[in-house]
């Protein structure tokens, strides 16, 4: 059974950074779509960043230059590194996972087949 959990969400001030991780379990985490999505109450979930199973990396145009997702060739774990974080960036964090394709341009529930409980980001001014 998939299993996704995340992990080091929290509040800062603008500016500031924070690092999410995501551990994947009953799959190899490595050789799947890897993906960070995020909501806010009443929008859509929308797609953040995404890793493919062959290391390339998609972002969100909101994103870009800010926001780093990484994970190494053997390991279970995804990260989203976020710097120069924005009130705008407040949102509870999803990690996901797909076996053949995510998508940084998708929003909804639909989006990915698995779904992390969802991580808390919030940004002050």
């Known amino acids: 059974q998939v299993g996704l959990k995340e992990s080091g969400g929290g509040s800062v001030q603008a500016g500031g950074s924070l690092k999410l991780a995501c551990v994947g379990t009953?799959?190899?985490?490595?050789?799947?779509?890897m993906g960070w999505f995020r909501q806010v109450p009443g929008k859509e979930r929308e797609g953040v960043a995404v890793i493919d199973n062959e290391r390339y990396t998609y972002y969100r145009d909101s994103v870009k230059g800010r926001f780093a997702i990484s994970q190494s060739a053997t390991e279970d774990t995804v990260y989203l590194h976020m710097d120069d974080l924005k009130p705008e960036d407040t949102a509870m964090y999803y990690c996901?996972?797909?076996?053949?394709?995510?998508?940084?341009?998708?929003?909804?529930?639909?989006?990915?087949?698995?779904w992390g409980q969802g991580i808390q980001v919030t940004v002050s001014s």
């Open positions: 996901a996972a797909d076996p053949h394709s995510l998508d940084a341009h998708c929003s909804g529930d639909y989006c990915s087949p698995h």
């Open positions: 009953g799959f190899r985490a490595y050789k799947w779509w």
